[in-house]
Each structure stands twice: as structure tokens, then as C-alpha cells.
């Protein structure tokens, strides 16, 4: 075993391969950004080392600058973790040159089933069954071939990322464009393939596990069919749809996929299966790393697969044979990410203000947050993964709602609250699964609305701040009870503001203890826990705002007629197609902001001029501040 251990990563994955480092009595070394300085993985490592500026490709993604830092520090062997360099050929060769053991695959293997073209040639020449589709340079006439829908993807990375579902081959042309942008952003590799897409299908993926001594075997599957935007939210082990003879044969084709590319270590062979039929599964991809729902695998097999990634690189073999994996009892995980799900599922960011993640009998939490954390736009969005695992599926979804209720992250927008709404939608609950159901179902299980018991715990705490503190005597007119001279007490009304402005007179009862505020309205009691200007229960939260009615009328005055452009997130503007003067149509492409590897277009509410243009390429923007503004058509002329 190594003495010691680079984690080439941040975020809940570097304190997840930290545990098991700390567990084997390894030295564990963080690595960071200048964003990262006081995050929770740089606390909870050995040694730390600051590695460049904030831009990932500064830092997270500079081969030169991690190899220095396992230099540095005695490093003998780089996990590399998900993301980032995790699944790049050239850093796993780097590590290998210089000396260090990679902890994943070869690079040829990484090579190849990085490459989603040639490596569903090879598993096809394995025998594997592979979705019908084509590649470029003739990616367009393949689409056509194929016919619509269409599924366009980047050929160098997953995630999601640069997935395009095409139903209509009329604005094919323009689909390509876009997905060649994203791939190019988030993998530096614009090359698509095209496949057929298959209505309502299930992704269901095969855990695999090989040695050096040539030893392969499965760990059994995870159902992942529960997606938005081609992103997996909620994963679970094993799967309801597969009976055993499905699963061995599953399973040993994934185990054929990983010997057609020599595979060592532990990686994840992803399926396409139609639901009315799962006898008919294809191969679609193979991620050569440890994947973000690893826990769920972990819970029902009783393996730690970060610590046998730890023993294969070292070079011992798998103590245990494919007759010795068993199947125990049910799990469910739920990312939690930095997105607001009333706004579109936009990205989210802010400092953590108050945080509590469950733990527990039967539930387990991957995190990287810490109170005080600072949640930016410049990585992944997501912060953590809430794990429930029971003897039956319908005691793990109890379980995982359960502890989902009980996360608490404030001052951040999490999702939270929609996962667990979603846990208990009646088609989850049944397993009735397909990879379009979230999307179906999303506008069930968003919240839009502000609950009135919400602006009733907003105005207690603020309340609460204006009494006077202190023992002795208080002054009678520094207490906040309305009293007006000569006349009957005035209740006291608040300016408040979560979407809209509202001014909200309390009417039912409150306390306020600690960071708890309990409140009764119309003999119903509500608990929320409060930080700052945040409310939140049951996994929701509100920023609840002061609202100052002058100050917005008379800015109201000075854009009147005209139309604010504001940031939808938190981000980066890369790329402004306007100036102040020139007239715009109305749904035109003005400017784009970025965060979190997500691209938001910014389009001209009408018609009109541009009056007012307030970022340049590259500004950095805050949720809510105005971008630009529209004079209408009318008005200039």
C-alpha cells in the first residue's frame, strides 16, 4: 500500500477519498485553487498545496502544477477522483512518467473508452450490443439516416454535458452548433456522435471491478433513470426493473466491455435499456473512474470501492470472486446541487450561512460544505449526495425523504426540497422509471408559490432583532409594539421580498430561539431554521429580502417604459453581440452568461433600443443584477 496519496480534486470528492485514505492510515494531500483556500477538503487532508488561481484551468485542470505538487510532498501515487483530469489519457501518461501510480486505468484505456466512437466499435467487437448511430464528419447525414428523435453527444466526455435531444431535423444544423460549444467548453474536444434515441428508456449501469492479474467481475447494477437535462439526480442499487438472469447477463456484459480494453480498476459500463422490454439492453458509454453514485453500490455490496481502487493500484489482487458479491437490502442517493429550481434550475451560489446534513442509522452524507463555505460559479454545481440505505427500496425512499426534510443549507438555493418531493411522486414510489419522467413531472414538484407562513417567520425574526437586549431598564419607546401617541397601537408591517414585493403585517404567534424560529398561524404550528435573511424546513429555502418601497419606485422612474435586463445567476458573461445604441428585435440574442458550466442566453424582451449596456465579456455578475436595458420601439421613435 502507498505511504502517500495525492487527491487531484475538490468538493465532496476529495473529502470522500480523504476518508478511506485516513481509514488505511495513508497521508492524504489536497490540493487547491485561491477559491478553494478554506474549503472543507484542504482542513480534512494531511498536507495541503496551493496549486494556481481560481480558473479550473489554472489549477484543477494543470497537469504541470499537480504532478509539482505531488513532487513536493513525497506523493507516490494521484487519485484523481471524478471530473477534472479524472478520465484524461495525457494526465494518467504524465503521472505515469513522472514516476507516480495513477489510480484508475491505463491511459491507453482511458483513450480508448473516452473516445464513445471507437469504444462502441470495440465492445461491439466484444459482442457487446451497441445503439445504432454515426459519427463525424457525416454526423448530419447520419441524423437524417436514422431519422428523428436523435440523440447528439460529446465524443471526449459525459455528465451530460453537450447532450442535445433533437426531435425536429429541421433546426438540426443549429442543435450541432450548440453541442459543439458546450463539448468545446467542458472537454476541449467539439467531436459529436449521433444516436438513436429511444423513447422512454431506462439508464441503467453495471459496477465493475478489475485487477491486475487479470480478474474481472461485477458488482451488480444502479438504476440512474431519474435525470433532468441528461443529469442524474437520484440513483439507486440494485434496480427494480432487472430480474436475476438479466442481471448476470448484464453484468457479463460489462465485464466483456471492460477486458476489450485491458481495464484495471474500478469503472462503470452505462446501458440504454427500453423499459417494456429490459432483455434488450445496448451499451452506451464506459466511465473509466470511480462515478458520483458509487455510495449506493458501496451500501448494498459492503465493498469500499475507494479503498480497492487503493489496493488494485498498488498492485494486489481482488480478494474475492464473483460467486462472493452479494446483494443486500436497497439504497438511494440524491445529489444535492447549487441550483434554484424556481428559476429554471439556473445555478445558484452565496456562502453557506447554517448547514446541518444528516447522518445517522441507515443514512450516509457525501459533502464538501462546511459553514462559511463559499459557493461560486466558477465549478460543478454539486455540493453533496445524501445516501439512505434499508432492507427493502420502500424503506430507503422513506429514509432518504426522511433525511432530505431534514437538510438544512442555507444561504445557498439548493434542490433539495424538489428531490424530495420527487422521492415521492407515485410513479417513483412504484419504480415505474424512464429517463424523461423528471421532466414530465417537474412542473408538479417545483414550488413557485411563497407560503404565507414563510413571510410570517421572516417578519418574527426581524421583530426579534429590533427588541432591545439587555437587563435593566429599557426604554419604552425603543420597544417594538406599535404604540403611536394618541392613538390605538399600529401592528407592525414589514417590506419583504422573495420574488415579488409584499408588504406583510404579522397576524399569528412566533418564538424565536437560536437559529429556530417556530411559528402558528390559524392553529398551525411551522418550524423553520433562519441565518441571515434565509428561511428554510424540509429542504426548502427562501432568501426573504428587505424591500424598500422608495428606492424601488424611484427606480422604477428612472427606466421607465424601459425594460431591465438582470442576471438570471451568479456567473461570468462571455459573450456581449450588443452595444449601447443599437436596436434590437424582440427575442434577440443580446448576451451570454456562464456558471457552473451552463450557458444562459439573454434575449430582448421587445422590440427596441439599447439604452443602457452595463458588462463587457468577461464581467463577473451577481443573481439579480441588471445587465442591460431596452428602451421599447415606441419610445425611440
Not at 151 to 179: C, F, H, N, Q, Y
Not at 215 to 241: T, Y
Not at 622 to 631: E, N, P
Amino acid at each position: 500500500m502507498f505511504d502517500t496519496v495525492l487527491v487531484a480534486n475538490r468538493g465532496e470528492i476529495a473529502v470522500r477519498v480523504i476518508r478511506t485514505l485516513r481509514r488505511l492510515g495513508v497521508r492524504s494531500v489536497a490540493v487547491f485553487s485561491d477559491a478553494d483556500a478554506g474549503a472543507r477538503h484542504v482542513r480534512e487532508a494531511d498536507t495541503a498545496v496551493r496549486i494556481g488561481p481560481a480558473p479550473a484551468a489554472e489549477s484543477y485542470l494543470s497537469v504541470e502544477r499537480l504532478l509539482e505538487a505531488a513532487a513536493r510532498t513525497g506523493a507516490q501515487a494521484v487519485h484523481p477522483g471524478y471530473g477534472f483530469l479524472a478520465e484524461n489519457a495525457a494526465f494518467a501518461r504524465a503521472c505515469e512518467e513522472a514516476g507516480l501510480v495513477f489510480i484508475g486505468p491505463s491511459a491507453d484505456a482511458i483513450a480508448l473508452m473516452g473516445d464513445k466512437i471507437r469504444a462502441k466499435e470495440t465492445v461491439k467487437a466484444a459482442g457487446v450490443p451497441v445503439v445504432p448511430g454515426g459519427r463525424d464528419p457525416e454526423l448530419a447525414d447520419a441524423a437524417r439516416e436514422l431519422g428523428a428523435p436523435v440523440l447528439l453527444k460529446p465524443s471526449a466526455g459525459g455528465g451530460g454535458k453537450g447532450m442535445r435531444l433533437v426531435r425536429d431535423l429541421s433546426v438540426l444544423d443549429e442543435e450541432i452548433a450548440a453541442a459543439r460549444r458546450e463539448a468545446r467548453a467542458s472537454f476541449g474536444d467539439d467531436t459529436l456522435l449521433v444516436e438513436r434515441w429511444i423513447d422512454r428508456p431506462r439508464h441503467i449501469e453495471i459496477q465493475v471491478l478489475a485487477d491486475g492479474h487479470g480478474n474481472v467481475l461485477h458488482l451488480g447494477e444502479r438504476e440512474c433513470s431519474l435525470q433532468r437535462r441528461h443529469q442524474k439526480i437520484i440513483e439507486e442499487a440494485p434496480s427494480v426493473l432487472l430480474d436475476e438472469a438479466t442481471r448476470a447477463a448484464m453484468g457479463e456484459a460489462a465485464v466483456q466491455a471492460a477486458r476489450s480494453c485491458g481495464y484495471r480498476g474500478a469503472g462503470t459500463v452505462e446501458f440504454i435499456v427500453p423499459g417494456v422490454d429490459p432483455s434488450q439492453y445496448y451499451f452506451m458509454e464506459m466511465n473509466t473512474r470511480l462515478q458520483v453514485e458509487h455510495p449506493v453500490t458501496e451500501l448494498v455490496t459492503g465493498l469500499d470501492l475507494v479503498e480497492w481502487q487503493l489496493r488494485v493500484a498498488a498492485g494486489e489482487p481482488l480478494g474475492f470472486t464473483q460467486d462472493d458479491v452479494r446483494l443486500t437490502g436497497h439504497a438511494v442517493e440524491a445529489r444535492i446541487c447549487a441550483e434554484d429550481p424556481a428559476r429554471g434550475f439556473l445555478p445558484s451560489g452565496g456562502t453557506v450561512l447554517l448547514l446541518d446534513e444528516p447522518r445517522g442509522d441507515g443514512v450516509r452524507t457525501d459533502s464538501g460544505l462546511s459553514e462559511g463555505t463559499d459557493v461560486g460559479s466558477l465549478y460543478d454545481p454539486m455540493l453533496s449526495k445524501v445516501i439512505a440505505y434499508g432492507p427493502d427500496r420502500a424503506t430507503a425512499l422513506r429514509g432518504l425523504r426522511a433525511a432530505l426534510a431534514g437538510t438544512v443549507t442555507l444561504g445557498v438555493q439548493t434542490n433539495a426540497g424538489f428531490l424530495r418531493r420527487l422521492l415521492g411522486h407515485p410513479a417513483v414510489v412504484a419504480g415505474e422509471l424512464d429517463t424523461g419522467l423528471v421532466e414530465r413531472v417537474v412542473d408538479e414538484l417545483v414550488r413557485t408559490d411563497v407560503p404565507e407562513e414563510v413571510y410570517e417567520a421572516a417578519a418574527a425574526v426581524r421583530a426579534q432583532a429590533l427588541k432591545p437586549s439587555g437587563d435593566g431598564w429599557t426604554d419604552p419607546f425603543s420597544v417594538p409594539n406599535g404604540w403611536r401617541l394618541g392613538g390605538t397601537p399600529k401592528p407592525l408591517a414589514f417590506h419583504l421580498r422573495v420574488q415579488e414585493p409584499v408588504t406583510y403585517t404579522p397576524r399569528g404567534t412566533a418564538t424565536v430561539t437560536g437559529d429556530t424560529v417556530a411559528v402558528t398561524l390559524d392553529g398551525v404550528r411551522h418550524t423553520f431554521r433562519h441565518a441571515g435573511d434565509w428561511i428554510g424546513r424540509e429542504g426548502d429555502a427562501w432568501q426573504v429580502r428587505d424591500h424598500d418601497p422608495v428606492a424601488d419606485s424611484l427606480s422604477h422612474a428612472a427606466h421607465a417604459g424601459a425594460d431591465s435586463l438582470t442576471a438570471p445567476m451568479p456567473g461570468t458573461v462571455t459573450v456581449v453581440k450588443v452595444a449601447v445604441g443599437d436596436e434590437v428585435a424582440a427575442g434577440q440574442s443580446l448576451l451570454v452568461v456562464e456558471a457552473m458550466k451552463m450557458e444562459h442566453v439573454i434575449s430582448a424582451p421587445h422590440a427596441g433600443t439599447v439604452a443602457e449596456l452595463d458588462v463587457t465579456p468577461g464581467s463577473t455578475v451577481a443573481m439579480d443584477q441588471v445587465l442591460a436595458v431596452i428602451a421599447p420601439k415606441e419610445e425611440t421613435e
